[in-house]
């Protein structure tokens, strides 16, 4: 009780922190209940293109005459998806290496690692490209795309936590008991180390959002789902005369990754042991 | 019949000392230790000479590089691969680092609980039952069961690695420096309870330690180690006649001693304990020993019975004339 | 007798969740020029917090409260300017601690750790401030002084640094060496040859030492005068062999019988009970709940600090009533 208010409390003792919450807040707000209130179909021609603001469409409409409000409710929808969806899958795969890596160290830990190296090495964004262009394209796929190029981060901090973990004296206790590796590894030592990774798959949201705008802006994302990245992509064309139209989705991406990581950094400064002292 | 019995333990650790070289740590270099039902053995020496190597071989926690372990006359590689659990339940492990050894996000009661589930050793609903009565036998109210061990003091989380071995009813607890890190009016009241559960269960200890004056009381028998080999090693009547290994007797001059007569001069070794990469030549203890002659710098002593304990010295025989005088000697009866 | 250091009603707090911890409580003692006065008590009595605020250098993210009069000659050393104390560290006080690894830079060879404060506070040259360093390590008898002064600390081992935190302390020959156990971090040989070599310079040099420990035997080897702390206050004070041979606070008996591993029948004698922490101390005396002597009137109020032999003093209503240990 005491325990999780105070931890509520040091979470939200700073301003950056309750502004990145609340911004989030708004955001998923709106992506969860603004497609059922506002039931404007995104992809249908409603009016002339390139409309300004009006009371009829409140952020006018796009190229082709669709709704961009539709399209921002929608696109945030998709967006917090595949972020968050993404990220659990990167958080997921980085626990499972960097946990075997870690604990069991030896061979299991360089054959590991060099694999690990390897997705560093390779520029994500290229690596994707090339998932992206040999699978269809479907919104799946991304998100699993997103989740196979993350892994790896996730990967090295767990691995270097479960090594530090894994020479201390209560690990070799339940050793001795005859404790299996797999209860070792899953409920002794995770519950002591899920601090820094939550920490870290937090901030990987926020990335991973990034990373789908940027695919949808070159058009290689689903096509029969909007997205920010992809309005952005349909404003560029026409940037001089109807600017407005890329701005809109851009400010949203800004604003939901700056919300994300205001809220994650506040995360950390909570989670992090050594300034819980003050 | 021998519970424990060590026989030639070797550990030796590769290191790599960078540029693709490497080296060899001998942190256990052939020991043998015995180890009666009910017994207390105690390993001293300073750090660095092998005596958590040792104890973590003795535990099943690591392989020694050669050497056997036998556990009532089974070898112990074999039992950790026919029956791993039958080996847990006889051998535990009690640790030096109060903070380290215990997890700090698991409840008292669910650390001391961990062995009785995992062995299956009462049913569960008579788990709780069980790990308040180990509570209680290790001096600890039962309400600590539900407690973090943040809130525990640092004599207090020993207790519990105490109460977390004791629960699968073990033939041997080794304990590594159980005591070092804590205070000493602390110190003593957890050395009783170890003594008390030995009486109360007739459970053995292999007792490490670096402090020779807090073994003697508990000990029935004592070796002493020096980069990793037992200098000397006999049964406990040899704190009261005295040390022959002039390592055993420097140990033993150079702790502290309140009343210590002022004029006493106590000669003090010269420099470090050498690396155990490369161990010296001949006996591993002549470059420091206010005894050595030319053949201690060749030949290395064999650990031979002498006065009725084990001394690896060139000069134990000598060693033991000065120390005793004549008819003490005599009454002494040294073969 | 004339006083080197003297400590009047030094209080020293931290603030926490639950207001300002005492840490440090009403403690008067004083240093003789050449002499060695050791602090001993368990963990957390305060041992560190007092030895810490005399040459003012408690981190100040911790935001200590301190209050009463630290004189170093005469002078006040709390609420003195920071450059100004800075000045006095090193040609007055020299302090070691107990971690050696952790008080020597990693990144810097020994030789510059050693030059720079002969550099500084006794404005030295380069070369003569290596000289002077070759002949400190020689006389903290480190082997090889020339080859040393190029070398970085983790090539050393634990007892040969700190002989040279020591060589450093020494580098100004301070008249008040402050050494927060020293030895704790060691190994006996080790230790043994540590505190001769403190003891042999305290000697040579005629410097005072304020040793802190937790080991009565340290002190019985190495001390002049000995402080007995218990949960931030001074319990006993007195010289070393009167206060080891006939103790007259409940306290230091049982510390002393712990610490001569005294036994019977296999068992040790025990203090019962735990030190209790800074926000859970009893009103009167701290010692009241763990003292086989405790009567009502422990608990009514702190205890006053009174005579109770040659040169001895106890805080304890029930001091006469003690037996020699
Ligand atoms: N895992 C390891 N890898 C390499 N060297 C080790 C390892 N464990 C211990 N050592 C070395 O072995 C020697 C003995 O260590 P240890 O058994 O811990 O001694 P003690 O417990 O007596 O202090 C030391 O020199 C230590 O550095
Ligand atoms: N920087 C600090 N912040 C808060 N509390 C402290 C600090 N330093 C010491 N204390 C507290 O003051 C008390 C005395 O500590 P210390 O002086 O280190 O004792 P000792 O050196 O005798 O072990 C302890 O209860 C400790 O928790
Ligand atoms: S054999 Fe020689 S060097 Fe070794 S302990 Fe005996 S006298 Fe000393
Ligand atoms: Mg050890
Ligand atoms: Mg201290």
Redesign the interface.
Known sequence: MSRSSDFLRRLFSSWTTALGAVLLFIIVVAAIFGPIVYTVDPFEMLGRPAQLPSARFPLGTDVSGRDILAGILNGARVSLIVGLAASLGATLIGIVIGALSGYFGGLIDDTLMRITDFFLTVPNFVLLLVIVSVFTSTIEVITLAIAFVSWPSVARLVRSEFASHAS???V????????SHMEIMGR?IL??VMAPIIVVSSLMVASAILTEAGLSFLGLSDPDIVSWGYMIGVGRTVLRSAWWMAAIPGVMIVLAVLAINLVGEGLNDALNPRMRQR | MTLLKVHKLVRHFPVSRGFGSSAIVRAVDGVDLEIAPGETLAIVG??GCGKSSLA?CV???DTATSGKVEVEGTDSADMLTAD??RF?RS???V???PY???????RIGEIIG??LR??KLVPRAQRAERVRELLEQVGLAADYADRYPHEL?G??RQRV?IA?ALA?NPRLIVCDEPVSAL???????V??LL??LQRDHGVAYLFIS??L??V???AHKVAVMYLGQVVESGDAAIFDQGFLHPYAQ??FD???????PEGEE?E??????PSPISPPSGCRFHTRCPQTIDRCKVEAPDLRPVAGRDVRCHRAEEMLARMMPPQAEAAFGTG | MTSLLTVKSLCVGFPGKRGVLPAVEDLDFHIAPGETLAIVG??GSGKSTAALSIPGLLSRSSRPVVSGSVRFEGQEMLNMPDRKLARMRGPDVGMIFQDPSTSLNPVFTIGRQICEPLRTHMGLDARAAEARAIELLELVKV?APEQRLAQYPHNL????RQRVMIAIALACSPRLLIADEPTTAL???????V??LISGLQKSLGMAVLLIT?????V??TADRVIVMYAGRKVEEGPVRRI??QPSHPYTE???R????E?RD???????G??PPPHQRPPGCAFEPRCARAIAACRAAVPAIRSTGPGQVAACIRAEEGQPA
């Open positions: 201390r004296e209560y070799h206790a339940c050793r001795g008991l005859g404790m002794q519950p002591n | 300073e750090s973590r535990a099943g926690l791993p659990m847990r051998i535990q492990m640790f030096q680092d380290s050894s215990v997890n700090p996000r698991r961990d062995g995992l062995h003091s004599g207090q690695s977390r699968v205070d000493v009016s602390v110190q003593a009241q050395m009783n003594v008390r670096h402090d004056a807090l003697r009381h508990i420097s140990l150079a702790a502290p001693r309140i009343g210590r106590v003090l070794l010269e420099g470090d304990v | 368990e963990s082997s081992s634990g007892g040969m190994d006996v040989t080790v230790q043994a040859q505190l001769r937790h080991d009565l035997g340290v019985w080897e080891l041979s049982g510390l002393l712990a610490a001569r591993k036994g296999g068992f040790l004698t025990e203090i019962p735990v030190v």
